[in-house]
């Protein structure tokens, strides 16, 4: 298992651009504008183009308000070798799949203390399988 990012939404992205990169010295890595869904997707790490973990700012275009109730922070997210094995072991310890890997690429699950924690398939996605790919999706994540 590999730690990836972890995930924050921002009222204003050049407030945030300016502490994350002027304040404490973070390089944007990528960003992926969204107009379909109407958000912006921006990665923050040490060095261009570094595999190392990183933060990921999500800003909602149509969101004005402040976040309150934890909406600012979003998830930690981890590439698993296998999805579908991931969720069973989780399952298997008792903890429910939030959103299950229908894809066989993206699952979520919340930890005890409600955080949500993202698996994410290395590689290319595995190809969909049952129960998994009908499995609804339960509360938040």
Request: glycine fraction near 10%.
């Given at each position: 298992m ?6 924050i939404?921002?009222r ?17 890595i990528?960003?992926?504008d969204e107009e379909r ?6 990665f923050?790490?040490t060095?261009p183009?570094a595999?190392?973990?990183?933060i990921?700012?999500?800003?909602n ?9 934890g ?11 296998d999805?579908y094995?991931?969720c069973?072991?989780m399952?298997d310890l008792?903890?429910?799949i ?6 066989g ?5 919340r930890?005890p ?5 993202e698996?994410?398939?290395r590689?290319q996605?595995l190809p969909a399988r049952?129960p998994?790919?009908?499995?609804p999706s339960?509360?938040e994540w």
């Open positions: 590999r730690y990836l990012h972890t995930m939404r921002v204003d992205i050049d407030a945030a651009l300016r502490f994350f990169c002027e304040g404490l010295g973070l390089r944007e990528r960003r992926h869904g109407r958000f912006t997707l921006v923050l790490g060095e183009g595999d190392s973990p990183q990921e700012l999500t800003h275009w149509d969101h004005a308000e402040p976040y309150t109730g909406r600012n922070f979003g998830h930690v997210a981890y590439e698993v070798d999805i094995a991931s069973q072991r399952v008792g903890y429910t939030s959103r299950p890997p229908r894809d690429r993206m699952a979520f699950v930890s203390d409600l955080i949500s924690v698996l994410l398939q590689g996605a049952e998994w790919a009908s499995m339960t509360g």
